[in-house]
């Protein structure tokens, strides 16, 4: 990658980026039982819709991700959206050849309507009044923004991790929308394991005497110590323990220990940083709203814990990508996408990645991983005729 | 089992045991620079001294045990001691042929010297002046009881997790003082990852405004929520993802979500209950005092990073154990122990057990395990004459 005319910027990114606020009007109802008569939701764009509209890509984020996946939103920023490396010029999701549209989910704490925007009803921040979601939800805000766009049908829909969550619920409940489904990282329901570490993440913000029962804004105060220690808690989640050991080995910043609570090991230096620097960024609403469409998520639920009946309603081509070193959602879950969407006779690839970091691997550019999604998708970008 | 004789408890157990407190009257100088003048240990002991003193097995704990591993403290409890299924006359550690201590650890928190015990300079609990301890300190500390005892040399030594640590230290510190060492379910040093987690439980304590910076007994509170979330993230290293699949599912209590923060899956249930329950019966400045010492132990920092050079100073002859489900302390862990104790020349057997439930599996009495320990330790009990 070179330094280069864009602004100084590198030629194989998108360059400056203004996020875009769009306006649904029509009520949208939740799994909950509750609607939200109006909604809104951050939107950022790469690329140029072709005339037949056939070219669009939905990019589905993650826990902490949000609309801002590529480029740079100011001359001064000093790093690019969360999936930059996977999308621009030339990259795997070749903005040259593809619309790629992401946003901030409903719920989300960087301008969509969510917990920390203004609840017309009551003038105040939601709150803890903003419903719990599901991915169901969102991918009914998505296929309303789809329709705000002009978008009938997405050449395809990208996620990893939660994301990925969000293609399955895609290519089953809209199927005639999408004709590819992008699976990265993800699972088909998150394991006993997977909800434990979810509630201790809430039960640490919930516990904090600063979360005031979620009304945090109205008393001036964050629930910091709280949504630090859920995302430190991720962070163990995100990389694998051989990750850990390269990373940080078991050095010690200084030679001899202290005998006290102050950083010893280098490993305690790099989640105190990663937490604290969260807290500042994100709200402990939405946190607590992600972990729970985490755990709700089970497509299968419906059709009698068969995953294959689910699948045998979409109609979209799947790729399912897992990483070697990733222990949040190990290969063998992907493995079970893959199985079930054989079972319902749809048409797969699977690519297991060699890696070493852990889950955050999918946000990494991997040789391997690069050109499989490369490969994928430029059938996908000529079938769109792009 | 059957019920019988002994106030209707099983016969196979040593039954009714009364604690007794040890007073150390010489001073112990610790790895932090500090030193006590004096301390007491509680401790119960199984079994008879034979005459020739050389029957004596050490049972070292683990972070949360204490010196109630077997038999029952009063005619009213519901549980036995933490190891109640592998000691007791006809059981593994062999009541009828070992004279078997087991003692709440330097710094715990049922009875013996502590950071909840009255520190004699000031009339009040040590709280936070309670020294940072390392596993060479309890080895000391341990020592000095086995001479109150009047045992020069162990028969064995054994713990499992923190307690194997403790093992290894025996073997390399005072070589002399014990003939075999048994260690289960163990490793060599903490990983990035293990310390990440001690971390996390750390900042939990520390961060909960009812800690008061360790002196919440000045205050009349705990640290309940601290406490809690420490306990809870300690449980689910304790189990295998595939024990936590096999024992709550997804398995939610009521069969609709609740679209709110109640336990809606057994797992949340479960954290809950055992977190809840530990803040009852468990210090908040002990527990930030194991979690030290399980991240400071590391044998072969003064052999250059060599283990096998700190073997090399043992001459007991060891058995190492580990679990295939465990993965705080991986098989992979007990396997770098093997291997140094192989290069410094020593005689070891490694037994590796197939179990399901985690490394929780070293308290639970898995057939193929006993059958190891009951093997091994019958021929302890042979060259001691028991």
Not at 17 to 29: D, G, Y
Not at 125 to 136: A, E, I, K, S
Not at 187 to 214: C, T, V
């Amino acid at each position: 990658m070179g330094e280069a005319e864009n602004g100084g910027r590198d030629t194989d990114s998108v360059g400056l980026v203004t996020p875009r606020r769009i306006r649904i009007e029509r009520p949208l109802t939740l799994d909950c039982g509750r609607s939200l008569p109006q909604h809104e939701l951050i939107v950022e764009t790469y690329g140029t819709l072709n005339a037949a509209r056939s070219n669009a890509v939905l990019v589905c984020h993650a826990l902490s991700g949000d609309h801002h996946a590529a480029g740079y939103n100011s001359e001064h920023d000093r790093k690019p959206g969360w999936w930059d490396s996977c999308i621009g010029p030339g990259k795997p999701i070749d903005t040259r050849r593809f619309y790629v549209v992401s946003l901030n989910n409903l719920g989300g704490c960087k301008g969509s309507t969510g917990p920390n925007t203004v609840n017309p009803a009551t003038g105040k921040p939601y709150g803890p009044d903003f419903p719990l979601l599901t991915v169901r939800d969102w991918v009914r805000s998505q296929a309303m923004l789809a329709d705000a766009l002009g978008i009938d049908c997405w050449a395809a829909v990208i996620g990893g991790s939660l994301g990925g969550m969000q293609v399955m619920q895609w290519a089953i409940d809209l199927p005639e929308r999408l004709r590819h489904a992008l699976i990265i990282a993800s699972a088909p329901k998150l394991s006993a394991q997977n909800i434990a570490f979810n509630e201790i993440a809430r039960q640490a913000i919930l516990s904090d005497p600063n979360f005031h029962g979620g009304r945090f804004y109205d008393h001036d105060v964050l629930p910091k110590h709280g949504l630090k220690l859920a995302r430190m808690l991720g962070h163990i989640t995100y990389l694998s323990d051989e990750a850990m050991r390269a990373k940080f080995g078991r050095m010690q910043r200084v030679n001899q220990f202290s005998f006290n609570f102050d950083v010893e090991f280098e490993v305690e230096s790099y989640l105190r940083y990663q937490g604290q620097s969260f807290v500042d960024r994100f709200d402990a609403n939405t946190y607590l709203l992600m972990t729970k469409a985490l755990d709700y998520f089970d497509p299968a639920r419906e059709f009698g814990d068969k995953l294959s009946d689910a699948f045998a309603r979409a109609s979209a081509r799947f790729l399912v990508v897992a990483f070697t070193s990733d222990w949040r959602f190990s290969p063998q879950r992907s493995r079970e996408i893959v199985q079930a969407l054989i079972r319902a006779g749809r048409d797969v690839s699977y690519a297991l990645i060699e890696s070493n970091l852990g889950h955050d691997d999918f946000l990494m550019p991997i040789p391997q991983y690069h050109k499989v999604l490369r490969n994928y998708l430029d059938r996908v970008a000529r079938e769109a005729g792009a």
